[in-house]
């Protein structure tokens, strides 16, 4: 997904209540926000206000039982967000949790076919397909389905995949 960019906005708004920010990236992009934490305690962030722990599910879990977390967001898989909810039920912990979505994709009669293909494109590989927003499915109208599959499958028939160095 967008580990640093769905984790500032989490984070912004923490520091703007005046809160300290513990970070416990997933380990796919672990090393991703100590880059982060140094540009913020170099910019205007106070040394130590925000920090990173390293680890895996067992520590996610030991932060999540903690007695001083006052709250917790996650974004991440579904099973990972059900134990998060029943151990923050469990102590009273406010949490909010982003999991794997399905979204629709709706193209109605009088939409910009050329738009829309180009727009669906988009979203099924920003990402390179991960993206937590993009569409999880596609709602054509029956007025414009045909005209749509064509303009579809043309576009995404010119669609390269690959390793961008190498294109």
Do not use: M
Not at 56 to 84: H, M, N, Q, W, Y
Request: proline share 6%.
């Amino acid at each position: 997904n967008a580990p640093i960019g769905s984790s500032l906005i989490q984070i912004a708004v923490a520091l703007q209540s005046g809160c300290p920010v513990i970070v416990k990236p997933s380990p796919w992009a672990a090393h991703s926000f100590n880059v982060v934490v140094d540009a913020l305690d170099a910019a205007w962030v106070p040394p130590g206000l925000v920090q990173v722990v390293h680890g895996g599910a067992d520590v996610g879990r030991a932060l999540v039982e903690s007695k001083f977390t006052k709250a917790v967001c996650f974004t991440g898989s579904v099973p990972a967000g059900l134990l998060i909810a029943q151990t923050s039920a469990r102590t009273l912990t406010p949490f909010i949790l982003e999991l794997g979505g399905s979204n629709p994709f709706i193209v109605l009669p009088d939409a910009d076919l050329d738009l829309a293909v180009e727009s669906l494109l988009q979203s099924l590989t920003y990402l390179n397909g991960q993206y937590c927003c993009g569409a999880g499915r596609v709602a054509v109208h029956e007025s414009v389905h045909d005209a749509f599959i064509e303009k579809a499958v043309a576009r995404f028939g010119r669609l390269r995949v690959g390793d961008a160095l190498e294109a």
